[in-house]
């Protein structure tokens, strides 16, 4: 929708959509390579742009956007943050610091080898499939281990022992706040040789999600940023001079944020906003 109002001093645009995805891709950090899962996804929202003009020099724009999401249903995807769910018939087990991801196990049997002073120091390990390339990953019946530990089998673990599985039905994608805003202002002073125009802009961002599974953890804190700017035209020389401002009030919101894989301890990376840039624009036209 493009409407023109007011003689072209306002104008107000307007457009909503909806998204029906197969196969959306979303990635995370395992084993310490960027593994993509792909999910059925719906998106929709709408967004509404003005700018107007009451006088020749004054302009005022705006843009509102909302934005809603979800993930299909059955959809599902292991938290390396929470890989037993609660469940207490399973246990994490770190095991071994050449293995880049831990596992998860049965609880009896990690307790009986937790309260064995005699265990063999790489016990755990075989738990999550061996060490140093070796695939063990099972105490088979009749073996000395399964007769001490109790008898397991790494391919009967829920996702052969990476984890159960988080329902993420209807949660929301990654990065998808409901709510955007921008505002921006500016007036410019001119002669028949020069015009000088200050400028500033607003951008609101809602809370979002940095992951999939939406937990605590996950959540990104709504955040404001503003810049100014003063930009001179010299109409006669045909040069623009500009001095600005980004990110006014030096706020250092997290923008996005990524977890890392078991071995680095499931540290996160977060992306924040520049600090504050005071800069300076020259351009000549020939």
């Not at 755990?124 to 695939?135: D, K, P, Q, T, Y």
């Not at 990065?175 to 028949?192: D, I, K």
Request: contains cysteine.
């Amino acid at each position: 929708m493009k409407n023109t109002f007011d003689h072209g001093r306002l104008t107000l645009n307007g457009s909503a959509f909806f998204y029906d995805y197969k196969g959306y891709q979303i990635s995370k950090i395992v084993d310490r390579t960027a593994l993509n899962e792909n999910f059925n996804a719906q998106t929709w929202g709408a967004e509404l742009e003005a700018t107007w003009r009451p006088v020749r020099n004054l302009q005022f724009n705006a843009n509102v956007g909302y934005l809603g999401t979800r993930l299909g249903k059955g959809s599902s995807s292991i938290d390396v943050m929470n890989r037993t769910q609660g469940n207490p018939d399973w246990t994490l087990v770190r095991p071994w610091v050449q293995l880049t991801s831990s596992c998860i196990a049965p609880t009896s049997i990690v307790k009986n080898i937790v309260q064995d002073p005699s265990a063999p120091p790489l016990v755990l390990a075989l738990l999550c499939g061996g060490v140093a390339g070796l695939n063990f990953g099972s105490f088979k019946p009749g073996d000395t281990l399964a007769a001490k530990y109790g008898a397991y089998d790494l391919k009967t673990a829920p996702n052969n022992g990476q984890g159960i599985a988080a329902d993420v039905s209807g949660h929301e994608l990654p990065n998808a706040p409901h709510w955007t805003l921008n505002l921006g202002v500016q007036y410019t002073f001119e002669s028949e040789d020069w015009a000088l125009t200050p400028r500033a802009d607003f951008y609101r961002q809602d809370a979002s999600w940095a992951r999939i599974y939406n937990t605590a953890i996950d959540r990104l804190r709504a955040w404001n940023n503003t810049n100014i700017s003063l930009t001179l035209d010299q109409r006669k020389w045909d040069m623009t001079l500009q001095v600005y401002v980004k990110n006014l009030f030096n706020s250092t919101p997290i923008t996005d944020a990524f977890v890392n894989s078991d071995d680095s301890g499931l540290t996160t990376n977060v992306f924040t906003l520049d600090p504050r840039i005071i800069g300076v624009s020259i351009t000549k036209r020939f």
